[in-house]
């Protein structure tokens, strides 16, 4: 199942590319790709625990056109959580996961814009890969054991379907720039218990076009 989601994941990335490869040329923010880092909060929930609350830090490239644009992302998530995991016969057992890793792609629109400030919103997928997820209970019978840590690590990852609105505010090539981000819950994923939320904020980096005929 995992090797299924990451295939699924690789090409719905494949699908958004085109419009990256479309967008390199023009200045400063339309026609534009630009590198950033943000930092920021995510809430989510456990099996056993609901509104936990996790540290973000993500680099991002973000690539505009007239009218919409590509935002892929790749960052971590810091915490320390505990969850549960079932066996076949519904016995749950207690799970301690740190940490996750995540990865984005988001289609974007960009309707509205005041001068140098734009609104942004779009839809895409996320990865997301518990860094750790370990069963914490003893679990005497080997056969279940073994059932129990399969079902963990087939539960460790997910591809989650996300929402994401934003405002980059522009001067000359650096912006400063807030996203907030939606995820709905995922039951068959540790941490997808409830529908997640993030809020992040951060600096971009105009880097031009890559066309240097357009300069």
Do not use: C
């Not at 989601?5 to 200045?27: E, K, M, N, T, V």
């Not at 809430?43 to 680099?59: I, P, Y």
């Not at 003893?138 to 997910?158: E, H």
């Amino acid at each position: 199942m995992r090797t299924v989601r990451w295939l699924a994941f690789g090409l719905a990335l494949i699908a958004l590319l085109p419009s990256a490869s479309a967008a390199q040329q023009g200045r400063l923010f339309r026609d534009s790709w630009f590198w950033g880092a943000n930092v920021g909060v995510m809430n989510f929930s456990t099996a056993t625990s609901s509104n936990q609350t996790a540290s973000l830090v993500n680099l991002e490239w973000f690539i505009t056109r007239t009218r919409g644009g590509l935002y892929l992302s790749a960052g971590r998530a810091f915490f320390t959580a505990n969850g549960a995991v079932k066996d076949n016969q519904g016995n749950s057992y207690n799970v301690q996961i740190q940490d996750m890793t995540q990865i984005q792609a988001d289609l974007i629109a960009l309707p509205v814009a005041w001068g140098g400030v734009h609104l942004y919103a779009g839809g895409g997928f996320q990865m997301n890969i518990a860094h750790s997820a370990v069963v914490t209970d003893s679990i005497l019978d080997p056969n279940i054991k073994t059932q129990v840590q399969n079902t963990l690590a087939d539960q460790a990852d997910a591809i989650r379907f996300n929402l994401l609105i934003g405002v980059h505010a522009q001067l000359k090539r650096i912006a400063i720039f807030g996203n907030a981000e939606w995820l709905p819950a995922m039951g068959n994923f540790v941490l997808g218990n409830k529908a997640s939320w993030m809020l992040e904020g951060g600096i971009r980096l105009n880097f031009g076009p890559s066309d240097e005929s357009q300069q």
